[in-house]
């Protein structure tokens, strides 16, 4: 009998590059030296991929990183926000 293992309920990250080239792709479209950047993409993360954008970030050097999901929010299904400051 095969009983489900820890392996198998592992977080799904296989969205975690597309996720990076989308948000980078919304940067493109914003203006520099800004302290503040709200970016938006189509789809909701889920939340092991949006710990992992946040972390990546955090690595490259922003100051305040939040990923979120519209449902997150309270908002309609299908958009995830990160939000990004070079200061707190």
């Known amino acids: 009998?095969?009983?489900?293992?820890?392996?198998d309920m592992k977080?799904?990250?296989?969205?975690?590059?597309?996720a990076v080239k989308l948000f980078e792709i919304q940067?493109?479209?914003e203006?520099?030296?800004?302290?503040?950047?709200?970016l938006v993409i189509e789809?909701?993360?889920n939340r092991a991929v949006c710990k992992e954008v946040r972390r990546?970030?955090?690595e490259a050097g922003w100051k305040?990183?939040?990923c979120k999901t519209s449902s997150?929010?309270?908002?309609?299904?299908?958009?995830?926000?990160?939000?990004?400051?070079?200061?707190?």
């Open 27 to 29: 940067f493109k479209q």
């Open 64 to 66: 305040g990183v939040e």
């Open 72 to 88: 997150d929010n309270d908002e309609r299904f299908g958009l995830t926000g990160l939000i990004l400051k070079t200061d707190i």
């Open 1 to 7: 009998m095969k009983v489900t293992t820890p392996e």
């Open 56 to 58: 990546l970030y955090l």
């Open 11 to 18: 977080a799904d990250l296989s969205m975690l590059e597309i």
């Open 43 to 45: 789809g909701e993360l």
């Open 31 to 38: 203006d520099k030296g800004n302290t503040y950047y709200h």
